[in-house]
């Protein structure tokens, strides 16, 4: 029943090799005793008690985790609105405008994104003295603005594939409005909302170039500090570093798909 | 088998030789011959050693539940399977190792398959291309099928821009092209509406005595494999369990799951107590008496057997019929008027319960049945069926 | 898409009706609904463009902030000065470096997205052909890289195909080169690196194409004589065209402007328009020079976004 050639297998294995060869070799690399990178020079755990010790990083982690954390969460609230807007408002004036300005963060190369919003930045500090400065403040703004953009897709997407008639029973059964949204409809769409917040999260922690514009001296985020970093090449640190941002990565997903399992098992037993 | 040659289809088609269909003839050879094929899915047996002749210009009906692996045949024949064992032999070729782009053979899809991506004039072209006929030959084969198929006007149109109907006709005139010696249809019906199958149904058998294209529909609708088979060959766990002739099917079933697939009957349950050359009667309990048929059995003494009777083949009355056998009494316990006909559940003193149906001749009935109403059910000797299996 | 639009049009218009009829009172939170992410994406998103548009006419100059003002005034003297150069676009028409620049952005991003093509489809078809918990697996392994650091992957790349990397390595080991191999530092890194960085956004629109394709289908065309592989041109590949342009779109536009890549992975001659961008604004300090060279790019990269009416394929997957 199944078509799959020996070609589609070979190639389709290729592209997972060439998705996860560079991360594993990084990962093995980072225990490496060595200094020389590419010289293996047994087993050590050095880099890592070199990266705890290493204040710059530890203050640029700290700095990245905090505007992640408002960025995401802020995000998330912007953008559940715009999502349940985009697919359960049905059409009102300038509804087209609305989602092309959702969906064009998304694409729009990040150097115009920055670019634009720290002149924004500039002029509004010229004309209304706020913001004072850049900072902190201004990268959460920024950062706040693009993963807006994916947590309404995400949350549009899980809507539309949402059944209507859920809503519509609460409401027949006399939900209103506002508290059908927090007792049906919010519920439903826990699921894209955890996985909007994560995702903004993440991206908020991996952002480079935007935060480079629109960050002023002094807040240098973990991204930023990377990347002077391995600029100047491939350091031993940096491999530590990565290792255990892919761990964390690694455990949360899978804890998800084991959650995940376990709600489909339970399922399947109820049944 | 239980019941010998049918005495009046034998009466009909004793006349001439050429009226005598195929396969009854003894020297014809068959069109499709299925030898001895088996397919086993890991340890499940879906096809089990099926052996079946089907010969030219037939439309012949695998008729079953799901799962009775009558669709795992089609797609054997098709070439999207190959039998674990056996043999395929279209028109004396042997199909084993014959892909499916080069068989004799084309299928219309339960779902259609239609190409949404291409238009209608397009998907029915699409064999046609594959065979490299000309420009003008494509234009023209196409033309003429859509016309067939009265779509001849929609020839533009994409397949989601038509009805269901419309659809179905595309498949057909996509699968019928490029001329097949042998069309595999699968559920060619089953996605239409009432109304619309009866009619297409018609259409089907116009259209495949006109072109002369051997059929095999896979079906699990009997009234659709009644209408439109000339032989119809009941499936079940991957074993064909009769086959033949619609009437005979529905008239002399080999078996109680054919009986019981087939329409709705009674079965009585009841030992063979004279078993005669013409004859046999049987006692029981279940019907409070002796059953009297009027065929002869090849059993065992002493043996238990059920006689089965269709609902309609009994007749209903307040008062005692006047014939001594096959006649038992029993009390009305639910009525439901179907419009042309009406269905009555008798139940026995046995606490056997009966279906009748009963056509209703007139708007109101002549003689007026109700809820507990104490009535004889009679029936011809000829009318039930003795199976052994 | 445009089908299913109709019905939510009929939907939504019903259900407004009834709410401005029952629920007269909620319409303030409605507007609110509306009103605060709109709010917000007009004045992050939107207005800066119109910013961005603005200091691309002026001159650059020592000052805070360093360019000249667009417009200058004096009630009591009763002047108005507006002062607009077009200096700025007109240098990068003269200059053939910018040209040049934006050419070459256009035509690594093509070559890549061409290659992240070839390279996703296969794994898409695959997960779309497998079932239940497999397809589960295989589509969380295509997932999970997006979710760890870009800056880091293309960091790893760093480490695989230096001078002394481990590509040449293993090249040197097994004898297959005598010469380490230059590899970083060249366009073809960058083509690697914008490959690797967004397969998953290329493979995932084309999952969800191909996953919605029915699998009677090909068995149709073969039953109509079609070849297997003449039945994935005829077929297959036509059926996923909306999930192929979707996904060469979501690679296409951000590599244009991509900048990590050709800093980290591309040589000095690797050309590349977000690094010219990059350069203007922070090395040459010349912000009015950055602005044009955004604007420029924006009206490039204007039809193409303007593809994208929603990025459906991108959320969906997530």
């Not at chain 1, 603005?145 to 859920?166: G, K």
């Not at chain 2, 009305?332 to 269905?343: D, F, H, N, T």
């Amino acid at each position: 029943m199944q078509r799959k050639s020996l070609f589609l297998r070979f190639s389709a294995g290729f592209g997972f090799l060439f998705l996860y060869a560079p991360i594993i070799a990084l990962i093995i690399y980072s225990f490496n005793k060595s200094k020389l990178v590419t010289v293996w020079g047994g087993w050590s755990l050095k880099w890592y008690s070199e990266l705890f010790q290493n204040d710059q990083i530890i203050d640029a982690a700290l700095l990245s985790l905090k505007i992640a954390f408002i960025s995401a969460t802020v995000a998330v609230v912007l953008g559940t609105m715009a999502g349940y807007v985009l697919s359960r408002f049905g059409p009102f004036r300038g509804k087209m405008i609305f989602s092309g300005w959702i969906t064009a963060p998304l694409v729009m190369p990040e150097v115009i994104t920055g670019l634009s919003l720290l002149l924004l930045f500039v002029a509004l500090e010229g004309m209304f003295g706020w913001p004072s400065g850049r900072g902190t403040g201004t990268i959460i703004i920024a950062h706040v603005t693009f993963c807006m953009a994916y947590v309404a897709v995400i949350v549009q997407a899980r809507l539309s594939s949402m059944d209507e008639t859920l809503e519509e029973a609460a409401m027949d059964l006399g939900a209103k409005p506002s508290s059908l949204f927090f007792l049906v409809t919010l519920p439903l769409i826990a699921p894209a909302i955890i996985s909007g917040w994560l995702l903004s999260f993440t991206l908020s922690l991996d952002d480079l170039v935007i935060a480079s514009f629109v960050s002023g001296p002094g807040n240098s985020t973990l991204p930023m500090v990377i990347f002077s970093k391995v600029r100047l090449g491939v350091t031993p640190e940096v491999n530590a570093l990565a290792t255990i941002m892919i761990a964390i990565v690694a455990i949360g997903v899978i804890a998800a798909m084991f959650q995940m399992r376990r709600q489909a098992r339970l399922l399947a037993k109820l049944d | 088998m239980t019941s010998s040659q049918p005495i009046d289809t034998q009466n009909a088609t004793a006349t001439a030789n050429s009226n005598v269909p195929l396969w009854k003839q003894q020297d014809a050879e068959p069109f499709l011959k299925i030898e001895n094929i088996t397919k086993k899915f890991g340890e499940f047996t879906a096809v089990d050693n099926i052996s079946l002749d089907i010969y030219k210009n037939e439309l012949f009906c695998l008729l079953g539940g799901s799962g009775s692996g009558k669709s795992t045949l089609l797609r054997m024949l098709a070439g999207f399977e190959s039998p674990t064992s056996g043999r395929i032999l279209i028109d004396g070729v042997d199909m084993a190792g014959v892909q499916p782009w080069k068989r004799p053979v084309n299928m219309m899809f339960q779902s259609y398959a239609l190409f949404p991506h291409l238009s209608v004039a397009d998907n029915v072209a699409f064999g046609l291309k594959r065979e490299g006929a000309s420009k003008h030959e494509v234009k023209k084969r196409v033309a003429e099928m859509l016309d067939m198929v009265q779509l001849g006007h929609l020839g533009k149109r994409k397949p989601h821009q038509l009805s269901g109907g419309q659809r179905q006709r595309v498949a057909l005139a996509r699968s019928l092209v490029k001329r097949p010696k042998l069309l595999l249809l699968d559920e060619p019906l089953g996605a239409l509406d009432k109304k619309l199958r009866e009619e297409t149904q018609f259409e089907l058998i116009n259209i495949q005595e006109e072109l002369g294209v051997t059929f095999v529909v896979v079906t699990h609708d009997q009234e659709e494999a009644m209408t439109l088979s000339t032989r119809i060959g009941v499936m079940n766990h991957g074993v064909i369990v009769q086959t033949d002739e619609p009437h005979d099917v529905y008239e002399y079933p080999n078996s109680r799951f054919v009986a019981e697939f087939i329409g709705s009957v009674n079965l009585f349950e009841g030992k063979v107590v004279e078993d005669q050359p013409a004859h046999v009667r049987i006692d029981s309990a279940e019907a409070g008496g002796t059953l009297f048929v009027n065929h002869g059995i090849s059993c065992a003494p002493e043996q238990i057997v059920h006689v089965a009777l269709r609902p309609e083949k009994i007749k209903i009355s307040h008062n005692r019929p006047d014939q001594t056998e096959n006649c038992i009494q029993g009390v009305i316990e639910e009525i439901a008027y179907m419009g042309s006909l009406s269905v009555f559940k008798v139940r026995l003193p046995s606490g056997k319960e009966v279906r009748v149906t009963q056509p209703n001749f007139t708007r109101h009935m002549g003689e007026r049945f109700t809820w507990e109403d104490k009535v004889f059910l009679s029936w011809d000797e000829d009318s039930s069926v003795v199976l052994t299996s | 898409m445009s089908i299913s639009t109709g019905s939510v049009w009929v939907d939504g218009s019903s259900s407004r009706m009834q709410r401005y009829n029952i629920f007269r009172r909620v319409n303030w939170g409605r507007f609110a609904v509306v009103a605060i992410p709109a709010f917000w994406l007009g004045i992050f998103f939107f207005i800066p463009f119109l910013v961005v548009f603005k200091i691309s006419l002026s001159e650059t100059a020592i000052a805070v902030p360093p360019y000249t003002p667009l417009l200058e005034w004096d009630l009591e003297e009763a002047y108005i000065n507006l002062k607009i150069s077009l200096g700025n676009y007109l240098y990068l028409l003269e200059d053939a470096f910018y040209l040049e620049a934006y050419l070459s952005s256009i035509k690594i991003a093509a070559i890549s997205t061409f290659f992240t093509l070839l390279i996703a489809f296969p794994i898409a078809y695959l997960i779309a052909r497998s079932d239940g918990s497999r397809r589960a697996l295989l589509l969380a392994l295509v997932i999970l890289p997006f979710w760890t650091s870009f800056l880091l992957r293309v960091y790893a790349w760093m480490g695989f195909l230096k001078k002394n990397g481990i590509v040449n390595e293993f090249l040197l080991s097994l004898g297959i080169i005598d010469q380490p191999l230059v590899m970083l530092q060249t366009d073809f890194a960058v083509y690697l690196g914008i490959v690797y960085t967004y397969l998953p956004f290329m493979v995932l629109p084309l999952y969800s194409a191909l996953e919605k394709m029915d699998m009677t289908l090909l068995e149709a065309a073969e039953d109509l004589g079609c070849r297997p592989a003449q039945s994935f041109f005829l077929i297959t590949l036509p059926l996923a065209i909306p999930g192929i342009v979707a996904g060469c779109l979501l690679v296409f536009i951000p590599a244009v402007g991509e900048f990590v890549i050709p800093a980290l992975l591309g040589g000095s001659d690797t050309l590349m328009i977000g690094r010219v961008l990059w350069d203007e604004f922070f090395l040459n300090r010349d912000w009015p020079m950055a602005s044009a060279v955004a604007i420029v790019m924006l009206i490039v990269l204007v039809l193409p976004i303007m593809l994208i009416r929603n990025g459906q394929g991108k959320g969906e997957a997530i």
